[in-house]
Every structure is written in C-alpha cells, then in structure tokens.
C-alpha cells in the first residue's frame, strides 16, 4: 500500500507560508531533507538553521547540501534543539519543523525525548515571528514509544488559543502507528 510520508504534508503546508528571504529552523536536521526544501523556499537572501544532536546527521546534511547544490546561507549546529534560543533571536523565525523520533538509518536507541522536544517547542515558540509556522511530525510506536507522543499532544492541547492556532491531523485508517502532523501557528 502506497501513503504519502507524513513529511510531504508539511512541506505542503510550509511552502505556503515561507517566503524569500526568510529565517527557517530544521530542528531536526536527521539526513538533512527539510533543510534543503527549506533552503530552497528561503532563497540566497534568507538563512536556515538546522539543529542535531548526532554528528552523523549534521555529516549527512551537510552532504545533501553539497549534493544538491544549495545555495543559500544555513548553518549546521551540533546541539540539542532545546538550545535553538542561543543561536537565533526571538520574534525572527518564519518556520520551524521538527521531525521527531529517531534518525532514519541510525541508531534507534538515540530519540527525542519529551523533556527536551517539550523545551524546543517552548523555546521555538518565542523565537517565531508573529504569523510564524511551526510543524511538527510526531512519530510514535515500538521504538520510540508513546511518552513523548503524549507529552507534545497535552501541551499542545493547552497551548492559550488567544496566541496559537493549533491543528492536528494523522492518517486515519492507516495500520500500527501512524505518525501525526500537529501544526501551530503564532498569532
């Protein structure tokens, strides 16, 4: 059965609303596929920040980068995500997207952890400009386990509706765990 990566959707989403120019996040840099879209949707007169804790992630974006020939400013941070507010000043940020989980074709024991992937969205939040997108695909089931899946959709649940507008979506009839694509938009 053919579905669509829940990454494709918010890529929908993120094309829509980013602009030349712009200041993106990859919070979540993994084998750097967001970073180049995001690059791409920025332009040579924007800049993206791509955050990993795995050296092997930031190695591999850092090839997809030169593979695909990327010409925009970016820089690769080898740091928790829960840190972005030391790198990026607060109301700048256009888009933020998280791909939570593990790296694909890593280690599966190296995961977000809700702790940390709380303290990101926290911290992201302030950094978005008014008007800014954050996405988020939380991924869930055996190797990641549930916690953090649940810990996200509480604080999401309870994020004031007078400053965010917060919408989920996942696919429904989709077998095991599908992953959920939460978006929320600062008002």
Known sequence: ???????????????????PGDICIDATAGNGHDTVFLCHLVGSQ?????FDVQQQAIDRTRARLQEKQVHCFYELIL?????MDQYISSNTVSC???NFGYLPGGDHSICTRADSSLEAIKKGLLLLKQEGLMTLCIYRGKDTGFGEQNALLHYLKNLDSKKYFVVL???????????????IRKL
Not at 1 to 19: A, D, R, Y
Not at 46 to 50: D, E, H, L, R
Not at 79 to 83: L, Q, T
């Open 79 to 83: 740091d928790s995500h829960a840190h």
């Open 1 to 19: 059965m053919n579905f669509e990566p829940i990454t494709k959707w918010c890529h929908h989403f993120i094309q829509n609303h980013v602009l």
């Open 169 to 183: 979506s996942q696919y429904y009839n989709r077998p095991n765990h599908p992953p959920i694509l939460a978006l």
């Open 46 to 50: 924007g800049k993206v920040y791509a």
């Open 96 to 98: 933020i997207a998280f």
